[in-house]
């Protein structure tokens, strides 16, 4: 079983290189994205065969596509490196509490399944660019309304409201409706 750790690092290098050293093994690769932001140099002391820095970096800011953009940075690098049977994101602040070998086996154990949580978007079926103030303002009331903790909340309209940003700052917008949502 081939694993892709997709790292995204902007602080901390002595936690990653024991996160890398508590996950590595024979078929494990990470791939690290530092943040544009921060001095790559801090990361030199992490090195190893199944190590690969990837080239082009991205300023990024939390809760921004700017994540999204060093998340693909991340899977380009990896897919067109190796070829993974599964590819783990993981933040470089993360300390994994299983060991890479549990990781491995329970990938093992579960091939074929898929590990991801999302969230749908206002308006199921209105294209982006149909999106009203009222429409999101339901989708933060239903937020409210499910089995989602506050922060989990907060988080979905953080990205909702980058994503529209996104798009009025690359013209797909003409403005952004979530402007007015706090």
Not at 39 to 56: A, K, M, T, Y
Not at 64 to 80: K, N, Y
Not at 113 to 125: D, H
Not at 169 to 175: R, V
Request: charged share 20%; hydrophobic share 40%; proline share 4%.
């Amino acid at each position: 079983m081939k694993i892709a750790y997709l790292v995204l690092a902007h602080t901390n290098p002595r936690l990653l290189a024991r996160t890398i050293q508590r996950l590595s093994s024979e078929d494990v690769r990470f791939y690290i994205h530092v943040d544009r932001k921060a001095d790559q140099s801090l990361f030199e002391s992490i090195r190893g065969e199944n190590v690969l820095f990837c080239e082009s970096r991205v300023r990024v800011y939390w809760g921004d596509f700017s994540q999204v953009e060093a998340i693909l940075v991340l899977l380009r690098t990896a897919m067109g490196n190796w070829d993974p049977d599964y590819c783990v994101l993981i933040s470089g602040s993360d300390y994994p509490l299983r060991s890479g070998r549990y990781i491995q086996r329970f990938l093992e154990e579960n091939t074929g399944s898929e590990f991801i949580n999302l969230i749908k978007v206002p308006a199921p079926g209105k294209p982006l660019s149909r999106v009203t103030l009222a429409d999101l303002q339901a989708f933060a009331e239903q937020l409210g309304q499910g089995s989602l903790k506050p922060a989990s909340q907060n988080r979905a309209m953080t990205v909702l409201k980058s994503l529209l940003s996104f798009a009025q700052q690359t013209g797909y917008l003409p403005f952004n409706v979530a402007g007015a949502v706090k």
